[in-house]
């Protein structure tokens, strides 16, 4: 009988594209090589994968998600970013530190900006404790990735954004050079202000941020 990840690269391997997974590298600035397998087509083999391996109606297994991670191409990490989007309601405030190393280990705004909205937000709304436990931490982390993922955590909260929290993870990063966090910044004052944007626009115009941050952010208050 097959484990599961040998059961998951027999799917891919058979769909293995030479000719895409080079502009696929590339996109991603050569830093992760690729099968070549396109995004609709993985949706296809991902909902196989789950239906034959049956893990979705178990617990959270964070064993298979670190098998994926360690494996060479980024199609792998792709599969357990959507088996956790999957199982955002059996997520403990005790996986965190999990998302932690995920976000620090083959770090790329591709994984980092699903990890940190999705798993991060949901642990964080249901055990608001981690916010100074850990993520208070994250917003000034030396690990970039963190930073970011503190800046964003919140960027699906809508009407429940703590905008003081928001804007005091943002005014610790204001000063970064890090194309990332400036971006960050930029892409979280843009979500919010769909729901704020009064509260988003008079923050831009009583702080100093990167003119990135201000362009990305304004683009909704004018």
Known sequence: ?????????????????????????????GHFPFLGIKTP?????????????????????KQLIEELWNMHEREYQ???LTYMEKSLKKLQKSDLPFMEWLISTKSWWDTVDAIAPKPVGKIAASYPEVIEETLDGWAVHENMWLRRAAILFQLKYKEKTDDALLYRYILKNADS?????????????????????????EFIENHKLAPLSVREGSKYVG
């Not at 087509?41 to 297994?61: D, S, T, W, Y």
């Not at 050079?177 to 626009?201: D, M």
């Open 177 to 201: 050079k890090e194309f990332f966090i400036q971006k960050a910044i930029g892409w979280a004052l843009r979500e919010y202000s769909k729901t704020n944007p009064a509260s988003v626009k």
């Open 41 to 61: 087509l993985r949706r296809q083999l991902e909902k196989q994968f789950f239906k034959e391996a049956g893990i979705l109606n178990e617990p959270f297994n």
């Open 1 to 29: 009988m097959l484990t599961r990840t040998a059961l998951l690269t027999r799917l891919f391997e058979d769909n293995r594209n030479a000719s895409n997974a080079e502009p696929m590298a590339k996109y991603m600035k």
């Open 78 to 80: 792709y599969t357990a």
